[in-house]
């Protein structure tokens, strides 16, 4: 069970737009910056979003990022068929149990 | 260009320990936190905690305390990543990964990340 819960699958056909939702609570996204990572079949996560709505440099502005209050969402726009992966979202949790960055459990983007 | 470049493949028996290095290049090692993120097969990411390459200081996910250490010979650009005590459920792609900003205090994203490493646990 993640701290982070987002849905586990959407999907989208080609030039469409899609978000992805992340959940939390006041001890991590309520409080901390929100960041997404992309992760392709058998290769590591790649930094698509950083400080809620920042994008890395190379990353193109397709992608981007908002918070509202204990949640946030990563939009994708004109989508291709290379943007299918894994998407994750990510906080810093200040919880009393023990301060940790914590994940959403992930959500698998098809192109349809 | 930063590179980061992890040991290989891993088999171990439960109850046994298993180090994984990551050679960094390309950047100035001790200026940014070292994070060690795992997953398991068809799961997703688990922080297991950092290091600070500048003064060696850690911090770990409350999961793993007791059962990992986090280390680093700045001579060679190197960190580790110790799990001891293995069980079945440690059987995971190990990645370290660096932190985005340099000499930060706190967690700002990884922005670059090693191949990974399959540490498999199996009697």
């Known amino acids: 069970q993640s701290v982070l819960t987002q849905p586990p699958s959407a999907s989208g056909t080609p030039g469409q737009r899609v978000t992805i939702s992340c959940s939390g609570s006041s001890s991590n996204i309520g409080s901390n910056y929100v960041y997404w990572y992309q992760q392709l079949p058998g290769t590591a996560p790649k930094l698509l979003i950083y400080?809620?709505?920042q994008r890395p440099s190379g990353v193109p502005d397709r992608f981007s990022g908002s918070k509202s209050g204990t949640s946030a969402s990563l939009a994708i726009s004109g989508l291709r068929s290379e943007d299918e992966a894994d998407y994750y979202c990510a906080a810093w949790d200040d919880s009393l149990s023990g301060p940790a960055v914590v994940f959403g459990g992930g959500t698998k983007l098809t192109v349809l | 260009q930063v590179q980061l470049v992890q040991s290989g493949a891993e088999v171990k028996k439960p109850g046994a320990s298993v180090k994984v290095s990551c050679k960094a290049s390309g950047y100035t090692f001790t200026g940014y936190y070292m994070h060690w993120v795992r997953q398991a097969p068809g799961q997703g990411l688990e922080w297991m905690g950092w290091i600070n390459p500048n003064s060696g200081g850690t911090n770990y996910a409350q999961k793993f305390q007791g059962r990992v250490t986090m280390t680093r010979d700045t001579s060679i650009s190197t960190a580790y990543m110790e799990l001891s005590r293995l069980r079945s459920d440690d059987t995971a792609v190990y990645y370290c990964?660096?932190?985005?900003?340099?000499?930060?205090?706190?967690?700002?994203?990884?922005?670059?990340w090693g191949q990974g490493t399959l540490v498999t646990v199996s009697s």
């Open positions: 990964a660096r932190d985005l900003v340099p000499y930060s205090s706190g967690y700002y994203g990884e922005d670059y």
């Open positions: 400080r809620n709505n």
